[in-house]
């Protein structure tokens, strides 16, 4: 005789998993080990008529030679039948989707897999087997598996999972029952339950990791406590979750959490429960509540890992300065590295620490030329790699150390300073390297990785996820950590199209790019002295690979040194912080956000916010940048942000910058697909005049710029292949007013290339005449034949033309070069200089003369075919 049965406690994912192996098993018998939810006995009072289903009293236990287990793995929550598992001439098949005891009895047969319910494994196994549920059977599976999985929507649903549920439909599955049985109005007792359980709920931190516990006690019987903690953790929006209910000599646990660091299913395991990582759940017989809830504590430190270690929040490298060096050097590096605190070392050796307040005030007394060692510290703390938090926390807030050293044996792989401590604290733990499994509807805040991954997923083109996919095997395979920088990650936030994918390695970015091209088949441009490389694929897509790295400015506007860093002071040199996100690519954190400054806080808020004080001191480009990403975004710049910029024009540190790399920020600003608003602010904020104190934005080159946008957009619909440089045409609109003289000033005080001024300057004058005559001619210019148009705009560049277009005021002069460019400028003659030579035209000048008289009868319609030229010629040698 066959027997399938479940746990003692059975819910619905136990009956659909039982209905299923009914038809796995035919005839085998249905028998409940225990009791059974009050919704399951609900449903089977009402629904479930004509199910058969077995008391275990009812059966002769001699006559059981199969046993069949399902939602359920451990012997002790199978009540009765417990006994039968030690007998080995039964044989065992087991079918779940928690992981298996280490000390229960081995399967005959086993299906055991994560998955959001064991209703999901069994329809893989009725599919394979061509069975097919009835209706009523497979509303009972639907019901499991909704269960289970929380309508599909628990953070343990896989994709096997709504493969089942589409089975299941399918097969006829009723959803308006499943709504009926699953999503029940509370009753009476149920809500006073849960008043009792919000009122009690506490929180406690353990290794860094929140845990809620809520208690209660009822004198009679309330049941689904489960849906209960289900509504308590979505009311409150919690991670972790742990509620206790007694009833006279028992107490019910129902555990659930969203953190991978927190397996609930081992909490309850530990007091002869059961259940998976996520959802689980317990009864305890011999302890009275407060015993349970006193040593709930001491039971969660040993299950839940260390969430932070040293290492998580550590700087690197460390910044260290040798014993006998001058204190007058230990003051340079304080500045450099705008830190308050450095390292003493001699040799490889950790000797002290010395503070900036200690380093001033010996120089104050004249000391500049002592060493270090005589006046630095040798009494602190320091910690391992994988030390707790709470030890680091002790350290500096009860010893009030200023920062920790991290040393790995003798080598000082980094410090942990009090703002590193005070910005984790703030931030709930959530800022770093662990965000919440939450988001913040709406606004991105708090991006949980497996929501990062579906933005992967659904915003960027397959050929994007390929490559991140094949960043990620790599990085693998060379043991070293990858991350997406920059407007990649911010973009793909604020759902922009942005396929400029920045990686950075913290390692050798060369040895990467190398190692990665051999795999793929491209090619790598390596720049040794960056540590930078750009991998170059057959099509021409470029990835740009760069080493982690960190920078100083010696001087304002001068360009940075840069040395090795780690991840978080790579993210630090960035201009502002919505710039400052980092995505994880490795396998074991792939679609982690690293936010170390806001990033994420400054994206909702739609602000722009340098990192520090100095950076347009030290940068002053950054303000360019700023108000280029305040017009494109939509944002705007932070109040102390832009007090900081009109500070710095103020004080006229845009001087200090080589003039070719203000060019640079001002064409990309001019590239912008409307460039206008941004050129507006850079005038409103001052500097547009440190560019060129004659630039004025006015109505005239307001109208003008609008016209541009209109002509260049007129010109991309043209799809003539000709390429146009967009900011040429900005670039001459802007300087609109200005004479010869000023424009060949401007663009000599920006150093633009030679090539653009013959354009911006030379062709401009010649051009502008040219214009001038056919807007005092444009009454006439209807009556002009098309050869004459071409005559006079021949030769002109693209960019002039729509330039021309944009600053005319006349509809005729506009008309003339639309049809200059879309009809005129690219008609040639069908016949070429040999056929000239062989109707007897001399070789030489004469040649392209006649040829430019036969292209001018074509423009006119004078010729139509090639036996039209031929003539034309004939006609012009005996004109001669």
Not at 441 to 468: E, F, M, N, Y
Not at 741 to 765: F, H, N, T, Y
Request: net charge negative; charged share 25%; hydrophobic share 45%.
């Amino acid at each position: 005789m066959d027997v399938v049965t479940t746990h003692i406690n059975a819910d619905f994912d136990c009956l659909g998993a039982m209905v299923a192996a009914r038809l796995l098993y035919p005839g085998a018998r249905l028998v409940f080990a225990g009791a059974q939810e009050p919704a399951l006995r609900d449903f089977l009072k009402h629904y479930a008529h004509g199910m058969e289903f077995t008391r275990f009293k009812e059966l002769d236990v001699k006559q059981i030679r199969r046993l069949i287990l399902v939602d359920v793995n451990r012997a002790s929550r199978i009540g009765p039948f417990e006994p039968l598992l030690q007998n080995p001439a039964i044989e065992f098949h087991l079918y779940d989707h928690h992981p298996i005891a280490a000390s229960e009895r081995v399967p005959d047969v086993e299906m055991v897999r994560r998955v959001g319910s064991t209703v999901t494994l069994m329809c893989e196994l009725l599919k394979e087997r061509g069975l097919i549920p009835d209706a009523r059977q497979a509303t009972m599976m639907m019901l499991g598996l909704y269960e289970d999985t929380g309508n599909l929507l628990f953070s343990s649903t896989t994709v096997a999972d709504y493969a089942a549920g589409s089975f299941l439909l399918e097969c006829g599955a009723q959803l308006d029952v499943v709504s009926d049985y699953l999503n029940r109005e509370l009753s009476a007792a149920q809500v006073d339950l849960l008043h009792q359980l919000l009122n009690s709920r506490q929180v406690m931190t353990i290794k860094g990791v929140e845990v809620n516990l809520a208690h209660a006690s009822i004198d009679r019987y309330v049941g689904d406590i489960a849906v209960l903690a289900h509504k308590i953790r979505d009311m409150e929006n919690l991670d972790v979750l742990i509620v206790a209910v007694r009833l006279e000599d028992r107490v019910f646990l129902v555990a659930r959490s969203r953190l991978e660091q927190v397996h609930v299913g081992q909490v309850m395991a530990a007091l002869g429960g059961g259940g998976h990582a996520t959802a689980a759940s317990a009864t305890v017989r011999d302890k009275t509540l407060v015993q349970v809830m006193d040593g709930l504590p001491t039971l969660l430190d040993d299950v839940i890992a260390p969430q932070w270690q040293a290492r998580h929040l550590m700087s690197a490298p460390a910044r260290s300065v040798e014993g006998l060096a001058a204190l007058s050097k230990a003051r340079d590096l304080l500045t450099r590295y705008n830190i308050n605190a450095l390292l003493v070392v001699e040799g490889a050796e950790l000797k002290g620490y010395i503070t900036r307040q200690t380093v001033e005030r010996a120089i104050h007394h004249g000391l500049s030329t002592s060493a270090v060692r005589d006046y630095m510290s040798t009494e602190f703390g320091r910690v391992a790699p994988d030390t707790e938090l709470s030890q680091v926390q002790q350290l500096i807030v009860e010893q009030r150390q200023r920062f920790v050293p991290v040393v790995d044996g003798h080598a000082v792989v980094g410090v942990i300073t009090r703002a590193d401590l005070l910005r984790h604290l703030v931030s709930g733990g959530r800022a770093l390297r662990q965000p919440s499994d939450q988001v913040l509807a709406g606004d991105g805040i708090g991006l949980h990785p497996r929501h990062v991954q579906r933005l992967i997923q659904t915003r960027l083109p397959k050929r994007i996820q390929q490559l991140l996919s094949q960043i990620s095997s790599v990085a693998d395979e060379v043991g070293c950590s990858v991350y997406a920088v920059g407007g990649f990650v911010r973009d793909l936030l604020l759902h922009k199209k942005n396929l400029d994918v920045d990686i950075v390695v913290e390692g050798n970015a060369i040895d990467f790019a190398r190692r990665f091209a051999d795999q793929h088949a491209c090619r790598v441009r390596a720049h040794e002295k960056f540590v930078t490389a750009v991998v170059i694929f057959d099509d021409g897509y470029k990835l740009d690979v760069a080493s982690t790295r960190t920078e100083y400015y010696l001087e304002p506007g001068a360009l940075p040194n840069v040395e090795e860093a780690s991840i978080k002071l790579d993210l630090y040199r960035r201009d502002f912080t919505i710039n400052t996100l980092a995505l994880a690519l490795n396998h074991d954190s792939y679609g982690e956000l690293l936010d170390y400054f806001g990033a994420q806080r400054d994206l909702h808020d739609k602000a722009i916010r340098v990192l520090h004080n100095l950076s347009f001191v030290e940068d002053p480009t950054r303000m360019f940048r700023a108000v280029r990403f305040e017009q494109r975004l939509g944002f705007k710049l932070g109040m102390h942000t832009e007090n900081l910029l009109r500070s710095a024009v103020e004080m006229d540190f845009v001087q200090r910058v080589g003039p070719l790399r203000l060019f640079n920020e001002l064409t990309i600003i001019l590239n912008e697909e409307n460039p206008f608003p941004a050129i507006s602010r850079l005038e409103e904020l001052g500097l547009l005049a440190c560019l060129c104190d004659q630039w004025r934005v006015d109505a005239r080159v307001k109208e003008s710029f609008r016209q541009a946008q209109k002509a260049l957009h007129w010109h991309e619909l043209l799809y003539t292949g000709s390429p146009v440089e967009r900011w040429v045409v900005y670039f001459l609109c802007l300087s609109q007013p200005l004479s010869d003289d000023a424009m060949a000033a401007v663009c000599g005080k920006l150093s633009v290339p030679q090539r653009w001024q013959d354009i911006l300057v030379g062709e401009r004058c010649r051009v502008m005449k040219v214009f001038h005559r056919l807007e005092r001619d444009q009454q006439k210019l209807a009556e002009y034949r098309p050869s004459e148009v071409s005559q006079r705009l021949k030769g002109i560049g693209d960019e002039m033309l729509l330039y021309a277009m944009a600053r005319t005021h006349s509809d005729a002069v506009r008309l003339a070069v639309s049809q200059y460019l879309t009809q005129w400028r690219d008609v040639k003659p069908l016949l070429n200089g040999d056929d000239l030579i062989a109707l007897g035209v001399d070789r030489g000048p004469r040649i392209g003369e006649v040829l430019a008289r036969l292209r001018d009868a074509r423009l006119d319609a004078e010729v139509s075919s090639r036996q039209d030229e031929v003539d034309f010629v004939r006609s012009c040698q005996m004109s001669c």
